[in-house]
């Protein structure tokens, strides 16, 4: 029988079907060509993560000679008229890496090395930050000895209880206190201070012993010391007017600074999906636009001449754009509120030139200005999530257009109320889904009920607190705050209110495994391939976010976590962790610890017994089954040998053959460890991880070393 005849009785003609799936899927390529401009920016990021994910420092030609690969390949591709779109992937591939490079070759070298005594430190007030408890200072231009050079960067010290010194930006201080580089992860893979400090060209960390002597003050301020004392001026004056937790989030709104916000009360505000409030973002930008936008032209509006002969709508889009770009200074310039003004500064471009502007091209050229100024920030929380909540909205709204939650100009004003109601509901809910990766990733907690608080909370801040806190501002040079301050409180007590009672719902935040980072990467590329196509193509984005949801589980924990210090050490068995604390262990770890691992109950080592079936301790050893013990006294040629990885809290000084050690000195060479029991036992430190890069640290040196760098040379003999 002919392959037609088969055909015709219902058997699959292979042919046929190639031919229709090539076309099907010739059609779907040909209606997504006008989007590929929008994947320029994730090509951009595949770039920079390339270069953060490597374990050496590459030189400087290899971006220079992958510029030089991409340019030739959009020449050969623009002239034959093919592939073009691949070729300039491949460039903007190269421009994110060489972004990267050049951003980190310009940073000042980090401070690896500080003497571990009091020191006497000497600067000029960069910020003063105000704390639930006190407050915290950053000096620059600091100098620890008279002789020595100023140090390359920046450091932060708490200042001593009491302290009540009045400190500006700009004043020269001097003061006396405990300081430290920036402590290295809590664990592989943990939350790496190191690398947020050096593109903060933060040098160290401390706190002060006793208190602040001041030796100038301020004189010549420059526009970053302006700008950071009216920070500081705005929440004094807040603070003043409003005192308590209310004040704290009023300064936080006004400025950006939360420092002041007791510790509980930021936990349920982040526990009922309300923390993105406190983050000035792009919500806040759009709010302070929009509300400078309705008021130019509200008033120019009731100016008959103006009406006449000027632009009222493009006048009052440039001032609200100008209203913006001032609170984006005011509150610090955080990546959310680039990225905000960014696309409204497009969105008035538009008014301006009669076009429309807004939309997915706008959040691409925006995500492109921001990773070519600052690529680092690719790797943060504010970057990934106020970009996936703008993406995911603005695709959203795009296809529900002309559906049901659009409302139509006859309907009455009762249902147009409640479609107002059903849209922020479904825009909660859209932005709550997008961002719950990547706060999964970074925070290891996702909110469960954020889609009510924010029903709730939005609407509030957008129509009272927000404006009132705009009069407050305005009403400052006249010492007329408290007049605004004290309705824009009202509205900050119900939305504290609202965290309240939804962070205590059952079940509201809870605690998640640690991702892995190609988890959230799969997410990042499932929830780009899902927004920027519009044909069937995108549901194949469903495909990674699946897997990247699912990969807390998809991958093994450590069996065994050993601190920095090796003060703490935790053995994971049987749904806890069994840990040995020892004096001095750091809180800071044990919380990290806790949230990456889901929130597994910690249960302390017992000096003898058996803690679980994996686990027999005595008070000279811990054995622990798949091929490990920790060391409480024995001698370490006890177990030599014996098993695959020997652990002791205390240095190791004698060579044990046979056997994987991890001590005091393998955590001060390599930092924290992680340790994986089974056949054959894996280990991972910090350094193995991170690799050799400018933000770690190199392997410290002896003592003998470090005093042998200081001899003179001895004399030659002639």
Known sequence: MSTVALARFGVLDRAGLHDR?????????????????????VAMAVGVAAYFALRAEPSLWVGALGLAAGLAAVTVCHRARRGLPAAIAVLAVAVGFTAAHLRTATMPPAIHELPFRALVAEGTVASVDVLPDGRRVRLTSV?????????????????????ATPLMPGDRVRLRGLIRPPAPPAAPGAFDFQRIAFFDRLGAVGFALGPVEMLAPAVASSAGQRLAALRQSVVARTLAAVPGTEGAVAAALLTGQRGAIPAGELARIRDSGLAHLLAVSGLHVGIVAALGFLLVRLV?????????????????????????????????????????????????????????????????????????????ALLGPSFQMSFAAVLALIAAWEAVRGTWLSPSGHRTLLVR??????????????????????????????????????????????????????????????????????PMALGISGILAVAREVASWPGAAPQLPAMPGWGV??????????????????????????VGLASPWLVRPPDILVSPDARLIAIR???????????????????????????????????????????????????????????????????????????????????????????RFSVWRDGAHAVWLGDQPAVLSDRAWRGERPWVAPVPRTRAQREADALPPAPRDE
């Open 417 to 486: 109320a409640g479609y107002a109601v059903l849209a922020l509901a479904f825009t909660s809910l859209v932005a709550s889904a997008a961002t719950a990766p990547f706060a999964a990733f970074h925070f290891q907690r996702v909110q469960v009920y954020g889609i009510a608080a924010n029903a709730v909370a939005v609407p509030l801040t957008s129509v009272w607190v927000m404006p009132w806190g705009m009069a407050a501002l305005a009403l400052m040079p006249f010492g007329l705050e408290a007049v605004a301050l004290r």
């Open 143 to 163: 100098q620890l000895l008279s002789d020595m050079p100023p140090l390359p960067r920046d450091i932060r010290l708490r200042l001593a209880a009491g302290d």
């Open 521 to 546: 990467a799969a997410c990042g590329l499932g929830l780009c391939w899902l927004c920027l196509w519009r044909t069937r193509l995108r549901l194949f984005g469903m495909l990674p976010l699946a």
């Open 573 to 663: 068995a049987e749904g806890a962790l069994h840990v040995q604390s020892l004096p001095g262990a750091s809180r800071f770890v044990r919380g990290i610890w806790d949230e990456r691992s889901g929130g597994l109950p910690f249960v302390p080592l017992p000096p003898a017994g058996v803690p679980a079936q994996a686990i027999d301790c005595t008070p000279g050893a811990c054995p622990i089954g798949g091929g490990a013990v920790l060391l409480r006294g024995d001698p370490p040629g006890r177990w030599c040998g014996r098993v695959a990885v020997v652990i002791s809290a205390e240095p190791v000084r004698a060579r044990c053959g046979g056997s994987t050690v991890i001590d």
């Open 300 to 376: 120019l509006g009731l100016w008959p001449w103006a009406l006449l002969h000027l632009h009222v709508k493009k006048i009052a889009a440039v001032a609200g754009i100008i209203g913006g770009l001032g609170y984006m200074l005011l509150t610090g310039s955080q990546v959310p509120m680039q990225r905000a003004i960014a696309m409204a500064a497009l969105f008035a471009l538009a008014v301006v030139l009669d076009r429309t502007g807004i939309g997915l091209r706008a959040l691409a050229l925006a995500g492109c200005a921001v990773l070519l100024m600052q690529p680092e």
């Open 21 to 41: 799936i090539a076309a099907a899927t010739i059609g779907l390529a040909a209606g997504e060509r006008p989007r590929l401009l929008l994947w320029l920016p």
